[in-house]
Structure formats: structure tokens, C-alpha cells
Nanobody
């Protein structure tokens, strides 16, 4: 069984910073691409940033230059450093990961896992 646990959300004023963390645990064989998504009230969930197992990152245009996505493979943890936050960044942020599990005998197929979400609120 795999769990993704996010932390670091909260309330911040416009122009401020927050750092989100997402730690994966369980019967993990390998973690491929990981991503941060967000969903604002009344809007669809959107991809904020992703990072491959090799560390290659991609960002949504709306966060380029403000957000930095990093990964610690030894800890199965990713971080999203968010700077220059604006009220438009207010949303629930979700961690996602493509993970292959190990059942003690063999590697299972990769599947997508989600965290429970962490609220980020930016006040004007």
C-alpha cells in the first residue's frame, strides 16, 4: 500500500512564500514522474509542475519563475517552493506520483497515486 502525505499549506499574504512537501511511503519499488496539481473553487484541477525521476521539471506558464519543484529520491519526497504568491494561487494543492510497488516477489505495474490535498490561501 502506498501513501502520499502533503504538508506545508497555509495562509499567506500576497507576495509571500510557502513550501509544500509530499512524502511517499509504503511498498515502493520505484517512483517515476511526480507532480503537483491544484484545484481552485469552481475550477478544474490543473497541473502546476511535474518532475521526472531524473529531475527534469516542467511548469505551468502561470507559475514559471515563481515556483521551484525539487525532489529528494533518497527520501521519496518532493518539494514545491512557491514564491511571490498571489490570490490567484489560492487552491487545494495535490501531490501525484506514478509508483511501481513491490509485493515481495515481483514489481507491480506503475499506477497513479494522489495525496489528500493541502490548502493554500493567499490573501490580498
Amino acid at each position: 500500500q502506498v501513501q502520499l502525505v502533503e504538508s506545508g499549506g497555509g495562509l499567506v499574504q500576497a507576495g509571500g512564500s510557502l513550501r509544500l512537501s509530499c512524502a511517499a511511503s509504503g511498498n515502493i519499488f520505484s517512483i517515476n514522474t511526480m507532480g503537483w496539481y491544484r484545484q481552485a473553487p469552481g475550477k478544474q484541477r490543473e497541473l502546476v509542475a511535474s518532475i521526472t525521476s531524473a529531475g527534469t521539471t516542467t511548469y505551468a506558464d502561470s507559475v514559471k519563475g515563481r515556483f521551484t519543484f525539487s525532489r529528494d529520491n533518497a527520501k521519496n519526497t518532493v518539494y514545491l517552493q512557491m514564491n511571490s504568491l498571489s490570490p490567484e494561487d489560492t487552491a487545494v494543492y495535490y501531490c501525484n506520483a506514478d509508483i511501481s510497488t513491490w509485493n515481495g516477489l515481483r514489481r507491480g505495474p506503475a499506477r497513479s497515486y494522489w495525496g489528500q490535498g493541502t490548502q493554500v490561501t493567499v490573501s490580498s
